[in-house]
């Protein structure tokens, strides 16, 4: 970095936060250590994670996506690991790149590690992302908190969940840690983990532990998890109906309202917002992260 300050911006979707970087032409280096630095809540600027923008072309993870979306979202957990997607994070980075007049409201694509998520920017400020199919593997899952084991929906959504219904959300206990899980080979790489609770019909209530990251206020790709959980559980599953199910999260942060189609395709809609924006010292971050 030769810079001695560079720009961030301050997001959130339902209050699931971000440190923006914008980037286009990917000349900034964010090891693992610089990226948990930033998202250190006391001794860096503070989020759930860091959205890296970067045009597709540049990067070479997303250069083969160039022709189907200009703009690449490299995210990064508070650990400063990489994850294959964020819910939550396309929103805010949909929204980032209207703000930055990148983009008007309407219709648009974004690359992720999961794919090219398709987006459209609602002049109101909700923010609706097309999130793919849902994976659902086979097998029984099974996670735990203390000595209380609850069985688990294996739920894909370009990232690892495991769907947990329990009684009350106090039973997740305080998920600074990840909660166990078992079998191992069921989640190689670790997983988000989600409690779920019913609020009323096709309205349910979740906590979540996000690999990389602990309990967040917030989590998009979850949220879509829960709700495919929720429609197999409660035999709504518009592949055998053939009508579009639509079922209302409850998160910490806030409300998402997830649809899943027939066609299999879900849909996440909900608020993202940008709060600020300034400098941080290149230097202080190239001593973080080499230092």
Known sequence: MTQSTLSFLK???????????????????????????LCDRRAGIGADGVLHVVRSAAHPEAAHLADEAEWFMDYRNSDGSVAEMCGNGVRVFARYLQYAGHVEPGDLAVATRG?????HL?????????MGRAELPAGEVTVSVGARSWPARNVNMGNPHAVAFVESLDDAGNLFTAPPFSPASAYPTGVNVEFVVDRGPR????????????ETRSCGTGACAVAVAAIRRDGADPAVTGEPVTYTVDLPGGTLVITERPDGQIEMTGPAVIVARGDFDADWLTETAFG
Not at 115 to 119: A, Y
Not at 203 to 214: D, I, Q, T, Y
């Open 203 to 214: 309205h349910v209530a979740m906590r979540v532990h996000e690999r990389g990251s602990g």
């Open 122 to 130: 609602d002049k109101s400020g909700n923010v609706t992302v097309s």
């Open 115 to 119: 794919g090219v998520k398709r987006v």
């Open 11 to 37: 997001g959130h979707g339902t209050e699931n936060d971000f440190v923006i970087v914008p980037d286009p032409d990917n000349t900034v280096e964010l090891p693992p250590s610089a990226v948990a630095k």
